[in-house]
């Protein structure tokens, strides 16, 4: 299954923790399956419970349902609200689904893709080009890879920014795929870095794919000089889209540059 993996341990790490934290004695249990391309998880513990006149705000920010709580076990109250907008990042969901004196169960949702299911029909442009693929994860790679190459594009990869500027600085690219957060140069300065570049290489067709998918996010990846943003986790429809989006706004700023 291709998802956000960053995005689902988050998720599931805030979860589990807070089945630890409130657990004195007994279990936690973390099942998992999937429904077609849905997965659903489940956090179950034996706990002390949530009381019934806190469950409105359970999702709250810094909310606790209780201060003896807080002060035997710390914790700002952000685990469960950063929990859900992780979830539903992925398409998903994150809902207490029972409370007793005798524990929580928790639900977290999330949409996913098969590997085998069919791709989706890529347009006639993304076929023969030739992309770079920027991102420190090496699973990252692989599924973009997989993704690109569906297409019928050839693939190179780097590691990070400073891998990406060497190797652009070559020029032959079509696109780059440039991930943010990444070691030694993140994805924003080595955009700015290869825009610098003479020539066809830095005026390379550059899309953001990333975790960061907040709408000041995909306006610092604009500001940097990429031309389209696409928040993970990536599917080929939503790919394949991007990638028409990026060589739309290339074209257009070539034009711009040109006039």
Do not use: W
């Not at 979830?87 to 998903?92: F, H, I, L, P, S």
């Not at 960061?212 to 928040?231: I, K, S």
């Not at 429809?237 to 991007?242: F, G, K, N, P, Q």
């Amino acid at each position: 299954m291709l998802g956000d993996a960053r995005r689902l341990r988050g998720a599931l790490r805030h979860l589990v923790s807070n089945a630890v934290k409130f657990t004195d004695h007994g279990a936690i249990r973390l099942l998992a399956r999937h429904e077609g391309d849905r997965l659903l998880v489940e956090v179950a513990d034996t706990g002390c419970g949530i009381a019934d006149d806190f469950i409105p705000r359970l999702f709250d920010p810094f909310a606790q349902s209780d201060d003896s709580l807080r002060r035997r076990h710390g914790g700002a109250g952000v685990g469960l609200p950063a929990a859900r907008r992780h979830a539903r990042c992925m398409g998903g969901d994150i809902m207490l689904f029972s409370t007793s004196p005798a524990g929580s169960v928790f639900h977290l949702t999330a949409q996913l893709e098969a590997l085998d299911a069919p791709a989706a029909e890529a347009p006639t442009e993304v076929a023969a080009l030739r992309a770079l693929i920027v991102d420190d994860h090496p699973v990252n790679r692989q599924m973009l890879r997989l993704l690109i190459e569906a297409a019928g594009c050839e693939a190179v990869e780097a590691a990070d920014g400073l891998e990406a500027l060497e190797k652009a600085s070559g020029g032959g690219f079509d696109l780059i795929l440039m991930d943010v957060r990444m070691p030694r140069l993140d994805g924003l300065e080595a955009t700015r870095r290869i825009r610098a570049l003479p020539s066809d290489a830095g005026e390379v067709a550059i899309l953001a794919v990333t975790a960061d998918a907040m709408p000041e996010d995909a306006a610092r990846c604009l500001a940097a000089g990429m031309d389209a943003h696409l928040a993970k986790p990536v599917t080929h429809e939503r790919l394949y889209a991007a990638i028409d989006q990026t060589f739309r706004a290339a074209a257009c700023r070539d034009h711009i540059h040109a006039a």
